[in-house]
């Protein structure tokens, strides 16, 4: 009880824009009830999911969604996902379902995968950031999915950083970005997979169009679907007044503070290339396996695609805390799971790629 009237009063302070210290929750049934009593009250609280941590509030409420929106300093425009506790309650919130994206949620769901749906009205347009269509996500981490139920409410949860800066991936990365912009964060650890989840549209028939790559891959999307098409911006960057299918592919992102550069070649010529271009407070990404003989200040990121997708945003987040200038990136490969890790780094690199 005690916990509960220091998050309401952090709660009012907040509502009265005064200085306030975000509290740590745990993820005991008596904490989670109070984190579900925040979000049914209309705050944000940061939550762990499978994917990365997200900020999450009332989606069919306008003054909470706007909460968020304020607290990571996130463009109007860029669409929040709303998640949900089974995908069974997707028509309460969206209209005409194609059969393809129900056979999609019968594999994915719960899962990180993210179908975008006409909305109806009861998603307002601050969530879909002005859009007609709203992504829905089914979330398979125990803590989101209860807090989903014990709420009672579909929670829109954009990941937990700064606009712009590198997702989360633990709660002290939340705290960091947000302490005193919110009343409450749940820790529930490391995230198991640590990039946020694939979003696809689907077209017509039995396609389907992946607009941000994550852990459900282009291989496992055509397990049940006859086409999957990559959508151009994944890779490129967009041309000027071409207009996004996934809003938040226009916007810088994932960026640490230091200047990343990303560069495709063998680690013997990465090597040749730092020793000729390196200067002062720089450092080397390079894979596990890698650093044997690599004689310069680096940093490792897993040895495959997966450990990469885990590590990328951590990894980040401690070069900024070292005061890194410059990160030179040894690139990932686009397979499967790589092609979401190759995605957010070339835009933390901000395009910036060298093929040797
Ligand atoms: P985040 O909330 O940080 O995980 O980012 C969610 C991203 O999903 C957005 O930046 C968009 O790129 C994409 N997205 C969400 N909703 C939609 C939608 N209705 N249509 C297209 N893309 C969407
Ligand atoms: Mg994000």
């Known amino acids: 009880m005690r916990l509960l009237r220091q998050i309401r009063l952090l709660s009012w302070r907040i509502r009265n824009h005064k200085r306030m210290k975000t509290v740590l929750l745990d993820c005991s049934e008596q904490q989670l009830e109070i984190a579900a009593k925040m979000i049914r009250d209309g705050f944000v609280v940061g939550i762990p999911t499978e ?97 989903i139920e014990m709420s009672g409410c579909p929670i829109a949860a954009p990941s937990a950083n700064s606009s712009g800066y590198p997702s989360p991936t633990c709660a002290e990365h939340v705290l960091k970005d947000m302490n005193g912009k919110i009343p409450a964060v749940i820790n529930g650890g490391q995230s198991e997979l640590g990039v946020e989840s694939t979003v696809i549209a689907v077209e017509n028939g039995d396609s389907v169009r992946i607009l941000r790559p994550g852990c459900i891959t282009k291989e496992m999307l055509c397990d049940v679907c006859s086409n999957v098409v990559i959508d151009r911006a994944i890779l490129h960057e967009l041309e000027a007044g071409q207009k996004a ?82 990160v030179y990136v040894r690139a990932p490969s686009t397979e499967g799971v790589g092609l979401a890790v190759y995605n957010r780094l070339i835009r933390a690199a901000g395009f910036e790629v060298i093929r040797i």
Do not use: W
């Open 245 to 326: 299918a996934s809003p938040g592919m226009k916007y810088k992102h994932y960026s640490p503070r230091a200047d990343v550069v990303m560069i495709e070649s063998t680690i013997e010529d990465f090597t040749e290339y730092v020793r000729t271009h390196a200067g002062g407070n720089t450092y080397s990404l390079i894979f596990d396996g890698d650093e044997d003989g690599f004689p310069f200040i680096h940093m490792t990121y897993g040895a495959d695609s997966s450990s990469q997708a885990r590590l990328l945003f951590k990894r980040l987040r401690e070069l900024d805390d070292l005061g890194a200038e410059k």
């Open 51 to 147: 994917t990365v941590y997200g900020l999450g509030a009332d989606a069919s409420n306008d003054e909470a969604v706007r909460a968020i929106f304020r607290a990571k300093g996130r463009p109007a425009d860029n669409p929040l996902i709303v998640h949900l506790s089974d995908f069974s309650h997707a028509s309460e919130y969206t209209h005409d379902i194609p059969e393809l994206a129900y056979r999609l949620a019968e594999r994915f769901c719960p899962g990180p995968l993210t179908i975008v749906l006409p909305k109806n009205n009861r998603i307002p347009y601050v969530t879909s950031g002005g859009l007609d269509t709203v992504g829905i996500r089914v979330p398979s981490h125990p803590v989101m999915h209860r807090l």
